[in-house]
Structure formats: C-alpha cells, structure tokens
C-alpha cells in the first residue's frame, strides 16, 4: 500500500452543492478541494484515507488540539472526500521530479494507521508472522489500484462482506493447531487469549496441514459489532499446505461446514461485475445484523489466482458511511 505517491489528476467536476468547491477524481478515489486550486492532467502528491499525517507545515490546517492527523473518509456538502490531495511543492525538491505513480511516503513522514489490538487479545508474542507459510492478511484498495480491479473483473468474482474485526491466522500442522497469529505476530498460546479461544473451537481435521485466515470478532474487539458472547472466528480464506493452494470459495464454505464447524464471511454477490462504481455502490449498502453500515466487501477471483505477495487476487472496497470504532 501507497502512503503517498505521485499521481495525475483524472478530471475535475463541478461540486453539486458548493460553488466554491470542486471534485478531484485521483485514481478511483474523490477528493474535494478549491475550485481553481487543481487542474485535470497535473501531477500531484495524492495520500489516501486510513494514513497517519507527520505535523508539518503543509499538513497544519488539519490539526486538531494533540490528536494525530488521521485521514479519514468525510463528507463536505453532500458529496464524499477520501484522502488528501497537495501540490507538488510539499516534496523535498529532489523527489518532485520523480515519476508518476512513485511512492513518496517515506519521504514525507506518513504513516500507515493501524487499529490498537485489545489488551484481550493482544496476548504474549513468542515470533513474527510466518510468512514463509502465508501472506498478512491486507488487501489493498480497489480505489488505488485500477488495473488490479480490471483484471481481477476480467473473470468472475465473489464479494463477501468486510467485517471490522482483528485479523487471525492459524497454522495447522498434521491436524494439530501449532501456530495462532494476530496481523504480524505469532501469538504464546493461552486460555484467556481471544485469538487462542477462538482456535480451539475449531474441529481440526486429522493430519491437515492449513492455514486458516480469518477475522475474529467478539468481546472487546471494535466494539463487539455482532454482538458475540465469546471470541468468534469467521473464516475468509484457506490454503492447503499440502499442494500450496487456495482454496476456492466454494471449497472453503465446505470445509467450514463440514469440517471445521466454524463461520465464515457471508458473501453478498458473485459472477461478473461491470465496474468499481458498481463495487462502490455495492459496498455503500452493506450492512450488520443490527442495520448499521458495514465496513466494506472484498472482491477475490473465482479461480483463486495468486498476487505476486502470495494472496489470492482480489482487494477490498470500504463502505463510505461505516466509521469504525
């Protein structure tokens, strides 16, 4: 994931309720700014939502009181704005040259903001993530990445819902659980940790090998949106060790029904999709058990095609009216 980088201007469009102000269309993403401050063609610094904003000059107009500067998706007007757009000019004077598309967060002191994990769940570290097994559990946005969305469209897909959870892997070797892992560590296996509880849930098939990646929800975990009694897993993705293959959609609901006895992410549509703006549209109205917004889908390939990191193909889309807790 891009925390900042060079990008050109799409088109700019009139503002529906503001005189004053005009939409930026970046990659997939919208942003309001000024009218007259951009123009369409122009290269410019574009950071997108969910990154931490270094105190600097150019960030200052959005400080408030001692909190860091997290960009968040909102609303101005009647009309969404997600990320940040800036002139070339904020970058060291070495790096405005740079070509489009080049990462300049590094550069600029953004950072990726990161959920804190409960202290129920954070538990005792004994390593890092395995990634030698599997891939961290991250997809990348749809709205940074529109020739990921066009060729993962290209064949059918499967969206399920994006629950806002904490995310959990767990490693099976010859049907026993040896591994159980929050977003980057290997977790000490505990009776009161929420990623351990939830492991053993699990009905372990005999001589497995898997990973099983999953977000935990429950008790303490962004509010217990679901409304659990206890620390629940639900499955979004499988690989088998065995012949180092994803399994498919399909192949995973089954082994959670027949095997597993676990939940998994409920899908909320398939086959062909046209475009990112239906993707969009689809994601604005996903929705919890209790009516409130959901935090997103995620969109994966059929055919379980795997990303140069590993994950199978596919990235996320955020439902616009969700706020985290």
């Avoid at 060790?241 to 992410?265: A, F, P, Q, S, Y």
């Amino acid at each position: 994931m891009k925390l900042a980088s060079i990008e050109t201007i799409r088109e700019i469009v009139p503002h529906s309720n503001a005189d004053s102000l005009e939409i930026a269309r970046v990659l997939g993403w919208q942003v309001i700014v000024r009218k007259g401050q951009f123009k369409a063609g122009e290269s410019v610094v574009f950071i997108p939502i969910d990154t931490i904003l270094p105190d600097a000059e150019w960030s200052a107009f959005l400080k408030r009181g001692d909190k860091p500067i997290r960009l968040n998706t909102i609303r101005l007007r009647g009309e969404y704005s997600q990320g940040l757009i800036q002139p070339l000019s904020i970058l060291p004077e070495h790096v405005r040259g740079w070509q489009v598309g080049a990462d300049v967060g590094g550069e600029l002191g953004v950072k990726k903001y990161e959920k804190e994990i409960p202290a129920c769940l954070s538990g005792e570290a004994v390593g890092r993530f395995p990634l030698h097994l599997a891939p961290k559990t991250d997809e990348d946005n749809g709205l940074s990445h529109p020739e990921l969305v066009q060729h993962t469209l290209s064949k059918p897909c499967i969206a399920t819902l994006k629950l806002d959870g904490s995310s959990c892997t767990i490693v099976v070797t010859d049907g026993k659980i040896t591994q159980v892992c929050s977003r980057n560590l290997s977790l000490k296996e505990s009776t009161t940790n929420g990623f351990w509880i939830a492991a053993r849930k699990l009905k372990i098939p005999e001589r497995a090998n898997l990973v099983i990646q999953g977000e935990l929800m429950g008790p303490g975990v962004q509010g217990n949106q679901l409304q659990l009694s206890e620390p629940t897993l639900y499955v979004y993705q499988i690989k088998d060790l065995d012949d180092g293959r994803w399994l498919t959609d399909r192949e995973m609901v089954d082994m959670c029904i027949e095997k597993l006895d676990c939940n998994w992410v409920p899908s909320v549509g398939d086959g062909y999709f046209v475009s990112i703006e239906q993707l969009q549209g689809i994601a604005d109205n996903v929705t919890l058990t209790d009516g409130s917004p959901a935090e997103g889908i995620v969109v994966r390939r059929y055919d379980t095609e795997a990303m140069g990191n590993g994950r199978p193909l596919g990235f996320k889309i955020i439902n616009r009216k969700y706020k985290d807790q």
